[in-house]
């Protein structure tokens, strides 16, 4: 992991308070799917971390929500601007696996970094489904970046787009199946947690340091409570049954 100071290519609003930055950055070249990195805002005493959505020669892209003063200040960046970047942070996703049928499951904000590992599975020629679920229909992004490389199925709570409920009915509506790698809110990673067995679930938590050294992301072993882990060196990705 390294420090940057990136430059901003493109800063633009894709959906409701979400916004899509691009980042020109030689740390592009250390980053894999599912991975994170530190972004210190001006004015801001706490760095905040950021999933990795999609890897280029040389740039990348995040996706964020407005959640606060320092993702406000964010969506007012403009071309050419410069942002202080830390990383690349935590695990990523393990992509070499033998199984051929993928299913992808992502949940608002925890969308972004699905879209990465999409690509490369699909690069892989595996056999993709992708289940994404929002609040309402102007929350939803990345459906036509997805669609060019995986059938896409898409839920909202409140039925304003695609199938009304959440993303584990539609799949077991849709009868799909497949490895599992998911990211999204707790409870609907709980939820995917007791419906399926085999895969990948990114976790979120609260973060302080993002590279392990101050113990605010633990979170315990579901099977011995001696063991702990840091999200966020750790992980944030666990393989399913994990952790608690
Ligand atoms: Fe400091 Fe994870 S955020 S150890």
Redesign the pocket.
């Known amino acids: 992991m390294k420090k940057d100071l990136s430059i901003v290519l493109e800063n633009k609003n894709i959906a409701k308070d979400t916004y899509k930055m691009t980042l020109h950055s030689d740390l592009s070249g250390l980053m894999k799917a599912g991975q994170f990195i530190n972004v210190r805002v001006e004015g801001q005493l706490l760095a905040r971390p950021i999933s990795i959505c999609l890897i280029k020669d040389n740039s990348f892209v995040i996706i964020y929500k407005i959640v606060g003063e320092g993702t406000s200040k964010l969506s007012f960046m403009k071309k050419d601007d410069k942002l202080e970047i830390f990383g690349p942070l935590g695990n990523g996703f393990n992509t070499d696996v033998p199984d051929n049928d993928i299913l992808i499951i992502g949940g608002g904000i925890g969308v972004p970094p699905l879209y990465q590992l999409a690509r490369e599975m699909a690069f892989k020629k595996k056999s993709l489904n992708v289940v994404l679920g929002f609040n309402t229909r102007d929350a939803v992004f990345l459906e036509e970046e997805f669609k060019q490389i995986s059938a896409i199925f898409i839920s909202t709570v409140d039925g304003s787009y695609g199938y009304k409920g959440n993303v584990i009915d539609l799949i077991k509506q849709k009868s799909l199946k497949g490895l599992i790698y998911a990211c999204g809110p707790s409870k609907m990673l709980n939820a995917i947690e007791s419906n399926f067995k085999d895969g990948y679930v990114s976790r979120e938590?609260r973060?302080?340091?993002?590279?392990?050294?101050?113990?605010?992301?633990?979170c315990k072993d579901k099977k011995d409570e001696n063991i702990s882990y840091?999200?966020?060196?750790d992980g944030p990705v666990f393989k399913i049954g994990q952790v608690l």
């Open positions: 938590a973060m302080a340091c993002g590279i392990g050294a101050c113990m605010a992301c633990v840091r999200v966020c060196a």
